[in-house]
């Protein structure tokens, strides 16, 4: 990927990942992930420019990864999963 950037970080800035579970449905279809959620800085340079990320799966499908605050996503309609995360979210602040 001609675009793509690299960011060298230290192992030692890393903390422990929260690891959470989600069983789900869509599309009628019970669905299961395990999350691994770090907290990770990236250079102020960083993604400045966009607004959001696209991306390929390992199955080529095409997804797009955009940033938002989560106390905006609620009252917008806007559901965080799995249960647990918003609030999570908060102790990082």
Excluded at 52 to 74: N, V, Y
Aim: proline content about 8%; charged content about 20%; overall charge negative.
């Amino acid at each position: 990927m001609a675009n793509q950037q690299i960011f060298h970080l230290s192992p030692h800035r890393f903390k422990r990942p929260l690891v959470m579970e989600n069983i789900y449905e869509h599309e009628g279809q019970t669905g299961h992930e395990i999350l691994f959620i770090a907290n990770v800085t990236f250079p102020p340079e960083a993604f400045t420019t966009q607004e959001a990320i696209t991306f390929q799966e390992d199955s080529g499908t095409e997804i797009t990864a955009r940033w938002f605050d989560p106390e905006e996503l609620t009252p917008n309609g806007v559901d965080l999963f799995p249960a647990g995360l918003k609030q999570h979210l908060k102790t990082l602040r």
